[in-house]
């Protein structure tokens, strides 16, 4: 059996990445998720944070913005709105984003939809920001 796994993300706009892993940890909407070689299928949503890639020796962090993964086969397939390498994150734009966020209004159910979002999106970024660096 094989000792690897393959982690695709794909966005909208391509495919943001594609390399072998040994174990790929994944923000779900309600939790965080490890996923080893060998995992049991499995369709999840995915919330907003830092996905770890360990290939190796090394550990790749990126931001994902929601989406779903699916695992099948020893492939975990990432489908986000957006991938960005934590590294490029910059912690004070994320801050501002926050800020402005709690700044929005919340008066009726929709509206505070939109701004806990919107909160949970930049307190995310701002978590994967600080952590890389």
Same mark, same amino acid.
């Given at each position: 059996?094989?000792?690897?796994? &393959? ?7 391509? &495919? ?53 993964? /699916? *695992?099948?086969? $020893?492939?975990?397939? *990432?489908? &986000? $709105? ?5 590294? $490029? ?12 966020? $709690? /700044?929005?209004?919340?008066? &009726? ?9 919107? *909160?949970? /999106?930049?307190?995310? /970024? ?8």
């Amino acid at each position: 059996m094989p000792d690897s796994l &393959t982690c695709v993300v794909v966005t909208p706009e391509q &495919t943001a990445l594609e390399q072998k892993a040994d174990f790929v940890a994944l923000p779900l909407y309600d939790g965080e998720i490890g996923i080893g070689a060998n995992h049991s299928p499995l369709i999840g949503r995915l919330g907003y944070g830092e996905m770890r890639i360990k290939s190796g020796g090394t550990t790749s962090a990126y931001y994902v913005d929601g989406g779903f993964v /699916q *695992v099948a086969d $020893n492939v975990v397939s *990432v489908l &986000t $709105n957006r991938a960005v390498p934590a590294k $490029n994150l910059d912690a004070g734009a994320a801050e501002k984003q926050l800020a402005a966020a $709690n /700044q929005k209004p919340g008066n &009726t159910p929709e509206l505070l939809a939109i701004r806990e979002r919107a *909160v949970a /999106q930049a307190r995310a /970024q701002l978590r994967a920001a600080r952590r890389a660096r």
